[in-house]
């Protein structure tokens, strides 16, 4: 059963920077799509960033230049480096894994994130 642990948010004022990870248990962690997704009071779950297994990246357009998602096969674990943090950067940011990219895949429990004005 796949299980992932989110860690690392808390409370940072506007500028500032967090740093998220993810902890997988996964067999064969390195095969595995991994994404970002984060989900602010009242708002739909929205993607944040991703990482193939090819360490290839894509990033939502409100984030671009600010985050960096990474992956360490040895530790089975990806992070988000957030940097230059807006409030509007508030949510609960969950980590979600896949195999096939067309399933929903397997999600966290999701760690807050606040960023004070």
């Known amino acids: 059963q796949v299980q992932l642990v989110e860690s690392g948010g808390g409370l940072v004022q506007a500028g500032g920077s967090l740093r998220l990870s993810c902890a997988a248990s996964?067999?064969?962690?390195?095969?595995?799509?991994m994404g970002w997704y984060r989900q602010a009071p009242g708002k739909q779950r929205e993607f944040v960033a991703s990482?193939?297994?090819?360490?290839?990246?894509n990033y939502a357009d409100s984030v671009k230049d600010r985050f960096t998602i990474s992956r360490d096969n040895d530790k089975n674990t990806v992070y988000l480096q957030m940097n230059t943090l807006k409030p509007e950067d508030s949510a609960v940011y969950y980590c979600n894994a896949k195999l096939i990219l067309t399933t929903s895949g397997s999600w966290g429990q999701g760690t807050q994130g606040t960023v004070s004005s």
């Open positions: 990482i193939n297994s090819g360490f290839s990246t």
């Open positions: 996964l067999n064969v962690f390195s095969r595995y799509f």
